[in-house]
């Protein structure tokens, strides 16, 4: 095999200053590189870093917004759970939270981006099976390897983006399990609510100044966990 012939300056020159445009700055960047190494008769892969700047959609994943805090009387490894005990988060949704969950699921309906081709509409919906997700992460935080059973969700008023909200779960019972395929554990059956503060609010407290957005019951098995004793 005959080794490829260099072109000359000229020929090279007119290679890199095509005038069609480049469809990714990155390739651009290395066609120079790629177009030397090949002129010398060997290809040598090199090394990709990545820029963060080709991602579909705009903008990089690294700006969603990070898993939030837990708080509550729900004890940590579900180590004495009881009915009565509770815990919260507090969360606020993004743009780019909805639009990378919306592609993910292959959700794209207008009603949950910008505009949604209606120019009087208000901010953008967040869709409801991400709100009902704070309930996962809650079980998630505080009992890791916590599998769901069920969830049953009802969804009263819509979650807009950037609407301050707390995803909570109340434990209306704890049952405490023992099998050989799955160990020790407890099924405990909590009340799930999301709220938000009502219009005109400033903050999210118990009672009649929150709403609630949507509301169910889940069942959740806690493995590890144990029943702690009634007050």
């Not at 969603?64 to 009915?83: D, E, H, K, M, Y």
């Not at 807009?160 to 909570?168: A, I, P, S």
Request: with cysteine.
């Amino acid at each position: 095999l005959k080794k490829p012939q260099a072109s000359s300056d000229t020929e090279t020159r007119e290679i890199l200053d095509d005038p069609q445009p480049c469809p990714c700055s990155t390739v651009r960047r290395m066609l120079p590189r790629l177009t030397s190494v090949a002129f010398r008769g060997r290809f040598r892969p090199s090394r990709a870093r990545p820029t963060g700047r080709c991602v579909s959609g705009g903008g990089s994943l690294g700006s969603a917004s990070p898993p939030p805090g837990i708080t509550g009387t729900i004890p940590r490894l579900g180590v004495g759970i009881r009915v009565g005990q509770s815990a919260e988060v507090l969360r606020s949704f993004t743009d780019e939270d909805v639009a990378t969950f919306g592609r993910l699921v292959g959700d794209l309906n207008p009603v949950h981006f910008p505009d949604g081709g209606d120019e009087k509409r208000k901010r953008p919906v967040v869709h409801g099976m991400l709100v009902a997700s704070l309930f996962s992460s809650v079980f998630g935080t505080l009992v890791p390897g916590s599998v769901y059973r069920s969830q049953n969700l009802r969804f009263e008023r819509p979650v807009r983006v950037g609407d301050r909200v707390k995803g909570r779960v109340v434990v209306a019972e704890a049952r405490a399990v023992s099998s050989s395929r799955t160990g020790e554990g407890v099924i405990c059956t909590c009340r799930t609510t999301v709220v938000r503060a009502r219009e005109g609010k400033e903050g999210i407290s118990s009672g009649d100044d929150e709403e609630i957005c949507v509301s169910g019951e889940a069942r959740v098995w806690l493995p590890g966990a144990t029943v702690g004793r009634e007050c």
